[in-house]
């Protein structure tokens, strides 16, 4: 059997970013040796270690009985066979933290469902997403169910993002919008990144992407602090400029080549902003939602009322994901010419 073998300080993010892309041979146990922690990879997980500069040897490991996750947690829990059937087949990694969406049905079995699945995910916390945001800030429902902390740190695309999953949001399903942030040429560039967050996109578009200058602004100071952190976490504080505040409030005009407005729900609103940040040319990564039925016109007809008659063209429009029945997250690359 290939072991990955991962120093401690790095096991949480390491092991549950292998676990993550399905790396790990799930039949084989993670075991511990001196100081590093040996992680059973498939031949996806040996490159992948190589690439993160891990060594890989060959070992004996105790098998778990080729058991997945589910049938680990069907084995520790005797939950009333009613409710058995309830517990989810699905969960969210944050780092070393799992987050799951758990059935009214299941509430006075919490704790212990929180723990099982700890053991058959290789996590430390597991939180219950009850769903929904609350308050302005947009404060996730998150309760911790199993662990001391909700605090993690999630390794993607080579970019390391900590944040609390009970304080912000991380969406996962945006996550290739993030690799193609990072994977764009900005070299030399001046970016605004108006809905800064804890760095999705500032952070990739810094350490991958090549830009000279990230503004990185955020008005929500939990997120601002995060930002903060990640910005050292990643080594890009030299780089990045990150803002407390309303973008609407940004003192400064004309400046950027790139514009990126990470945000959906309104951000059409915020679009004269971005045109105005813009050098007189330049690119705007500008998300929203818009009925599928609606698509491409809604959008454009949104862009062509805050260009205020500047040259401009529509270059591209992707679906980012679905946001609700018939509604979708789309992100337009909106080029400026004047
Ligand atoms: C949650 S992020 C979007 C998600 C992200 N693009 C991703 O990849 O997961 C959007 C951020 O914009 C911030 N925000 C909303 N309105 C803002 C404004 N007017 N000025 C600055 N930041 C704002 C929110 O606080 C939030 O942190």
């Given at each position: 059997?290939?072991?990955?073998?991962?120093?401690?300080?790095?096991?949480?993010?390491?092991?549950?970013?292998?676990?993550e892309?399905d790396?790990?041979v799930?039949?084989?146990k993670?075991?511990?040796?001196?100081?590093?922690?040996?992680?059973?990879?498939n031949?996806?997980?040996?490159?992948h270690?190589?690439?993160?500069?891990?060594t890989v040897v060959?070992?004996?490991?105790?098998?778990r009985?080729?058991?997945?996750?589910?049938?680990?947690?069907?084995?520790?829990l005797s939950?009333?066979?009613?409710?058995?059937?309830?517990?989810?087949?699905?969960?969210?990694?944050?780092?070393?933290?799992?987050?799951?969406r758990?059935?009214?049905?299941?509430?006075?079995?919490e704790a212990?469902?929180?723990?099982?699945?700890?053991k058959?995910?290789?996590?430390?916390s597991?939180?219950?997403?009850?769903?929904?945001?609350?308050?302005e800030?947009?404060?996730?429902?998150?309760?911790?169910?199993?662990?001391e902390?909700?605090?993690?740190?999630?390794?993607?695309?080579?970019?390391?993002?900590?944040?609390?999953?009970?304080?912000?949001?991380?969406a996962?399903?945006?996550?290739?919008?993030?690799a193609?942030?990072g994977?764009?040429?900005?070299?030399?560039?001046?970016?605004?990144?108006?809905?800064?967050?804890?760095?999705?996109?500032?952070?990739?578009?810094?350490?991958?992407?090549?830009?000279?200058?990230?503004?990185a602004?955020e008005?929500?100071?939990?997120?601002?602090?995060y930002?903060?952190e990640?910005?050292?976490?990643?080594?890009?504080?030299?780089?990045?400029t990150?803002v407390?505040?309303?973008?609407?409030?940004?003192?400064?005009?004309?400046l950027?080549?790139?514009v990126?407005?990470g945000?959906?729900?309104?951000?059409r609103?915020?679009?004269w902003?971005?045109?105005?940040l813009?050098?007189?040319e330049?690119?705007?990564?500008?998300?929203?939602?818009?009925?599928?039925n609606?698509?491409?016109r809604a959008?454009?007809?949104?862009?062509?009322l805050?260009?205020?008659?500047?040259?401009?063209?529509?270059?591209?429009?992707?679906?980012?994901k679905s946001?609700?029945?018939?509604?979708?997250?789309?992100?337009?690359?909106?080029?400026?010419?004047?």
């Amino acid at each position: 059997m290939r072991l990955a073998v991962v120093p401690r300080e790095r096991a949480g993010v390491t092991v549950s970013e292998l676990l993550e892309r399905d790396m790990v041979v799930r039949s084989a146990k993670i075991s511990k040796r001196d100081g590093d922690v040996l992680v059973p990879v498939n031949a996806a997980g040996e490159e992948h270690a190589a690439n993160l500069g891990l060594t890989v040897v060959e070992g004996e490991v105790h098998g778990r009985k080729d058991e997945s996750p589910q049938r680990i947690v069907a084995r520790l829990l005797s939950l009333p066979e009613d409710r058995m059937r309830l517990l989810p087949m699905r969960w969210e990694f944050v780092g070393d933290v799992a987050v799951l969406r758990l059935d009214e049905g299941l509430r006075p079995y919490e704790a212990e469902i929180g723990e099982a699945y700890a053991k058959a995910l290789g996590v430390s916390s597991v939180c219950v997403d009850r769903g929904g945001v609350s308050g302005e800030l947009r404060r996730p429902r998150i309760d911790l169910i199993h662990g001391e902390s909700s605090e993690s740190i999630r390794l993607e695309n080579g970019v390391l993002y900590k944040l609390d999953v009970r304080e912000l949001m991380f969406a996962s399903g945006n996550n290739d919008e993030r690799a193609r942030m990072g994977s764009l040429d900005c070299g030399g560039e001046t970016v605004v990144d108006m809905f800064a967050g804890i760095g999705y996109f500032s952070i990739p578009i810094a350490k991958h992407a090549g830009a000279e200058r990230v503004y990185a602004c955020e008005k929500n100071p939990v997120s601002f602090r995060y930002l903060k952190e990640n910005l050292a976490l990643n080594g890009v504080e030299g780089s990045v400029t990150p803002v407390l505040g309303d973008n609407r409030d940004l003192p400064i005009a004309g400046l950027a080549d790139r514009v990126v407005m990470g945000y959906v729900g309104g951000t059409r609103d915020f679009l004269w902003k971005g045109f105005e940040l813009l050098a007189p040319e330049g690119t705007i990564h500008f998300h929203d939602t818009y009925r599928v039925n609606e698509m491409p016109r809604a959008l454009e007809r949104d862009v062509a009322l805050a260009a205020g008659g500047r040259e401009h063209e529509v270059a591209s429009v992707r679906e980012v994901k679905s946001y609700a029945p018939s509604v979708s997250h789309y992100v337009a690359d909106i080029r400026v010419y004047g």
